[in-house]
């Protein structure tokens, strides 16, 4: 007698279960981010991240390895959400395919704003744990080389001529979250004042006069 062959298993399928984990890497990011904030580095330990997200610390230092992971985890969910890092949020400007060059400074300006304002409070903390654990303090190089090769991009792409040669650390220096912290807390700048100045220090590090108003590609030249 001849028995039925077995159904074919289905493929698991593993999208739910990771979706599930990453919400859950957002949300003890989140939660890291503010309790930071509000107690400092020394102040804050992975027990407290643990216990307000709903975990436990293995678990907390499987997803992110260190106390010092776990900061940058939240430093970077405070700047860019869900987009990634800064490297992955700033392709997805899409700068190179834009023709205007005022347009390609004004959405980076837009977008250096929305990093900057909402790292702010946590600036402190980043210098502060930086100086007392190895750990923090290479990520932050790591973070800082990754800073420098994206301002690089942008004087390529905002450049009209030849920039100056100190163009892309000056650059580095107007974006840095440290300076709009600084602005910000000492001397109380709204974001909107910033990002006035942002935009006309980007254009003076770039050698334009003062009023400059970067021009769209030039006309090409008529024949005689």
Sequence with gaps: MEH???????PYDASGRRAAAERRRERVAEVAGA???????HGTTL????????????????????????FMAA??????????????AYSQLRLDEEPDLDVRLDRFVEFACS????????VGVLVNGAEQDPALAQLVRAAQQGHAVLCADLVRLLSAGEPPPDAVDEVYLLTLSETYATLAQHR????????????????????HPPGYRVAENPPAPTGL
Aim: proline share 4%.
């Design 4 to 10: 039925d062959a077995a159904p074919a298993r289905r």
């Design 35 to 41: 309790l930071f904030a509000e107690h400092g580095w």
């Design 47 to 70: 027990a407290m991240v643990a216990a307000e997200s709903g975990v436990s610390v293995e678990l907390v230092t499987k997803t992110f390895g260190s106390k010092a992971g776990v």
């Design 75 to 88: 430093f970077r969910a405070a700047g860019f959400g869900s987009r990634g890092g800064l490297q992955e």
């Design 115 to 122: 990093i900057v304002e909402p790292m702010g409070p946590l």
């Design 188 to 207: 109380g700048w709204t974001a909107e004042r910033y990002a006035v100045w942002l935009r006309r220090s980007i254009l003076a590090a770039l050698g």
